[in-house]
């Protein structure tokens, strides 16, 4: 029994540890770039060389394609800072620090208003006040800002050289581990509204899941943006993802659309005969889910859509049979309305699965695609494995 508890108690960990992985992967770069800014600052003896560490620190993020956005914005930023206060300096030359005080009001001005419409301009104002505001004791402005340009540069290059080679994360993969969690939780909110159907309105503690899943949208959309750079710089060779992201926010729709036609229960009479097909409904689709997000986290193929088929086709049946009995002819025309809307929302949530299990053959075809050009470019270890 001891040593059973053991090896649960060890699998508990090494799963918590895979969940935390990507966190784990970006605490290691960021103290390799940490101490690399610290050696290279040392090195390279400038006047404020721990700017070379923090923009180190500060570049490196949870993935490849994110360090370089954040990256390129910080040099743009820098550099357009750095050469309107050093313009500034030039024009003014403000030596006490009334006239200091004075430039960084005239040079503040504009880049605020830029950073405004152009968020990644942000840190422009910042190294034009930084500039401005340095002791002339130690260095004349202009010198101030080429420092800080060359030193921001050094440590953006190391924190995209730590991003790269060390841990690398690529967000293709971080894509596809959200993507398949927003399908588990659109799982979980189907299996709500089946267990409500016709009964009672759907259990308040949706609206958690429900926020979870567009938290969890909103940081795909961001992933996507991050897979987009890292296919522009070649330094992947994933899908295109917005269809993925597209197709998530139309399933996403599809479920919502379920939950607000079930916000109130349906008359007794139509309930008891749509209840059984549209458990079997939900039940077939929130497998399809499930088994959608296990083949796309590992590049399976697409799961049949037979059983989702079969089961809205027993549900069209149930509700001809409704109406032909005309068992909605004493209803409030709102009750015949959400009657009807069901139909046609799970009409669409077939289409958009039909196109979730295309993005799950694609993300196949691409692993596939890869494997062989591997194979390829190495055959020597495959004839050494045979």
Do not use: C
């Amino acid at each position: 029994m001891k040593g059973l508890a053991l090896r649960l108690r060890v699998r508990a960990a090494w799963r918590a540890l895979r969940n935390r992985s990507v966190a784990l992967k970006l605490s290691v770069r960021l103290i390799v770039a940490g101490l690399l800014g610290m050696l290279v600052a040392r090195l390279a003896d400038l006047p404020q060389d721990y700017w070379i560490v923090i923009a180190a620190l500060l570049v490196v993020q949870g993935s490849v394609g994110a360090t370089l956005v954040t990256g390129r914005d910080r040099m743009i930023g820098t550099l357009f800072g750095a050469l309107a206060g050093g313009l500034v300096a030039l024009l003014l030359q403000p030596e006490t620090m009334e006239e200091r005080s004075l430039a960084v009001i005239i040079t503040l001005g504009p880049l605020a208003v830029l950073a405004a419409f152009r968020p990644p301009m942000r840190i422009a104002p910042v190294t034009a006040a930084i500039v401005l505001l340095a002791d002339p004791s130690h260095t004349h402005i202009v010198e101030s800002a080429a420092f800080r340009v060359l030193e921001i540069f050094i440590g953006t290059l190391i924190g995209f050289g730590v991003s790269l080679f060390v841990l690398p994360a690529r967000a293709h993969k971080q894509l596809v581990g959200k993507a398949a969690q927003s399908l588990r939780l659109m799982e979980d909110l189907l299996r709500h509204y089946e267990d409500s159907f016709g009964q009672q309105p759907p259990d308040e503690r949706l609206d958690s899941l429900h926020e979870r899943l567009r938290t969890l949208l909103a940081e795909v959309e961001t992933t996507v943006g991050e897979v987009r750079r890292e296919r522009a710089n070649r330094m992947a060779e994933a899908p295109d993802p917005e269809p993925l992201a597209r197709n998530l926010r139309r399933l996403r729709s599809d479920v919502v659309f379920i939950g607000r036609t079930l916000a109130q229960p349906m008359p007794r009479p139509i309930a008891e005969r749509l209840s059984p097909v549209f458990e079997e409904v939900a039940e077939t689709i929130r497998s399809h889910l499930r088994q959608a997000a296990r083949a796309y986290e590992t590049a399976d193929p697409p799961p049949s859509l037979e059983d989702v088929e079969a089961a809205l086709e027993h549900f069209s049946d149930a509700l001809e049979q409704i109406r032909q009995e005309h068992l909605t002819q004493p209803l409030p025309t709102t009750e015949v309305g959400q009657i009807y809307a069901l139909p046609f929302t799970l009409e669409n949530f077939r289409e958009n699965l039909r196109d979730l299990d295309a993005r799950i053959a694609e993300r196949q075809s691409d692993s596939r695609r890869r494997h062989d050009q591997e194979s390829n470019d190495h055959p020597e270890s495959g004839q050494e494995a045979q």
